[in-house]
C-alpha cells in the first residue's frame, strides 16, 4: 500500500482518510505483534524500531535517553503552574465528552456493563463479547471524531464517523444474536436497540452535517 503523506494544496477527504487509518491500522497490528513477540528483549526498543522502519530512532543513538528526560522531568514546576485560584475561575475546555452523542455511546457501554453485571455468564458468551467491544468501540471512534475542531480536517472527522458506524452496526447484530439465543429478554432488547439507534442515526445525522460542510467549502469531487 503506497504511504499517504499530506498534500498541502488540497484538503484530505474523507476516502483520503480512510485509506491513510487502513494503512495506520496494519502499522498498528505488526507493532503489537512485534512488542508481543519482543516484549522480554533487552534489545525490544532497537528490534522494534528495525522491524517498523523507524531509521529515524536506529540513527539517533540518544533517543532512549530523551525518553527517560522527559518520563523524570519535573512537571510541576510552579514557572508554569496556575495556582489553584486560576484553576477554578476558568471553565473547563468544550471537549467531546460534553457532546450529545458522545454522551449517548458512553451510556450504551455503561448499560451494557451493568448487563453483564446481572448475568455473569454473557461474559462468556461470543455474541455478548461482540456487543461489549464494538459498542466501547464505537465509542472511541466517536471520541477521536469529535476530538478535533478543525475545519480543514473535515474529511477525518468523517472517517471516524464511518468507523463508529460500522462498529455500531456490528454491536446491533449482535444484539439481534442474543435474542434469538434468549441470551437476553425482550425487553432487555428493546432497552438495547434503542439505545443502539440512538447512537445509530446520530451518527447518520452528523455524517450528513459534515458532508454538507465539506460540500460548502470544497465542492464535490
Given at each position: ?8 494544496e488540497r484538503?484530505w477527504?474523507?476516502?483520503d482518510w480512510e485509506?491513510f487509518?487502513q494503512?495506520?491500522?496494519?502499522k498498528?497490528e505488526k507493532?503489537?505483534?512485534l512488542?508481543?513477540?519482543y516484549?522480554?528483549?533487552?534489545q525490544?526498543?532497537?528490534?522494534i524500531a ?5 531509521s529515524?530512532l ?5 533517543w532512549?535517553?530523551?525518553?527517560d528526560a522527559l518520563v523524570?522531568?519535573?512537571w510541576?514546576s510552579s514557572d ?10 476558568t ?11 458522545y454522551r449517548a ?22 455474541a455478548?463479547?461482540?456487543l ?6 464505537a ?5 477521536a ?8 480536517e473535515i ?7 464511518k468507523r463508529a458506524l460500522?462498529a455500531?452496526?456490528v454491536?446491533?447484530d449482535?444484539?439481534a444474536q ?7 429478554t425482550?425487553a432487555?432488547?428493546?432497552v438495547?436497540?434503542k439505545?443502539?439507534?440512538?447512537v445509530?442515526?446520530g451518527?447518520?445525522s452528523?455524517?450528513?452535517?459534515y458532508r ?5 467549502r470544497?465542492?464535490?469531487?
Amino acid at each position: 500500500m503506497p504511504s499517504y503523506d499530506r498534500e498541502p494544496e488540497r484538503a484530505w477527504d474523507e476516502y483520503d482518510w480512510e485509506r491513510f487509518l487502513q494503512q495506520q491500522d496494519q502499522k498498528t497490528e505488526k507493532y503489537m505483534e512485534l512488542l508481543e513477540k519482543y516484549i522480554d528483549d533487552p534489545q525490544r526498543d532497537e528490534i522494534i524500531a528495525r522491524e517498523m522502519g523507524w531509521s529515524q530512532l536506529l540513527d539517533d543513538k540518544g533517543w532512549g535517553a530523551e525518553v527517560d528526560a522527559l518520563v523524570n522531568e519535573d512537571w510541576r514546576s510552579s514557572d508554569e503552574s496556575s495556582s489553584d485560584e486560576e484553576q477554578r475561575r476558568t471553565p473547563p475546555p468544550e471537549t467531546f465528552e460534553y457532546h450529545n452523542l458522545y454522551r449517548a455511546a458512553f451510556a450504551l457501554t455503561i448499560w451494557i456493563d451493568q448487563l453483564f453485571d446481572e448475568d455473569s455468564m454473557l461474559q462468556n458468551e461470543p455474541a455478548a463479547v461482540k456487543l461489549a467491544t464494538h459498542s466501547a468501540l464505537a465509542s472511541a471512534k466517536l471520541a477521536a471524531a469529535l476530538s478535533d475542531d478543525d475545519v480543514d480536517e473535515i474529511g477525518m472527522t468523517i472517517a471516524y464517523l464511518k468507523r463508529a458506524l460500522k462498529a455500531i452496526t456490528v454491536s446491533m447484530d449482535a444484539a439481534a444474536q442474543l435474542l434469538c439465543e434468549k441470551l437476553i429478554t425482550a425487553a432487555q432488547h428493546s432497552v438495547l436497540q434503542k439505545r443502539l439507534f440512538q447512537v445509530r442515526d446520530g451518527i447518520i445525522s452528523l455524517m450528513g452535517e459534515y458532508r454538507g460542510e465539506w460540500r460548502s467549502r470544497f465542492g464535490s469531487r
